[in-house]
Nanobody, 115 residues
């Protein structure tokens, strides 16, 4: 079965950095677009960053210049490097695999930015 497992969340001070990882299994990874979403308390889930199998990336305006998404197709991993973190980046971050109208979700990892 398909599994997406996120890791790397935690508590960080404003201005700090975190690197989220998402390990995929059960799919031909290189054929799937990978996305990172986040959901803050009381807010809707929002798309943060995406990367196609070929490496084309897109970012939400709120994270451009601060976050970088990347992938390693051989390892079936996707990464989100988050720099210059702000309190408003606090949320549960979810990994998503998308292809041809189908998608799968990870369980999420909490990121808290606070002093």
């Amino acid at each position: 079965q398909v599994q997406l497992v996120e890791s790397g969340g935690g508590l960080v001070q404003p201005g700090g950095s975190l690197r989220l990882s998402c390990a995929a299994s059960g799919i031909i990874f290189s054929m799937w677009s990978m996305r990172l979403y986040r959901q803050a308390p009381g807010k809707e889930r929002e798309l943060v960053a995406s990367i196609t199998g070929g490496g084309t990336t897109n970012y939400a305006d709120s994270v451009k210049g601060r976050f970088t998404i990347s992938r390693d197709n051989a390892k079936k991993m996707v990464y989100l490097q988050m720099n210059s973190l702000k309190p408003e980046d606090t949320a549960v971050y979810y990994c998503n695999a998308y292809r041809d109208g189908r998608d799968y979700w990870g369980q999420g990892t909490q990121v808290t930015v606070s002093s």
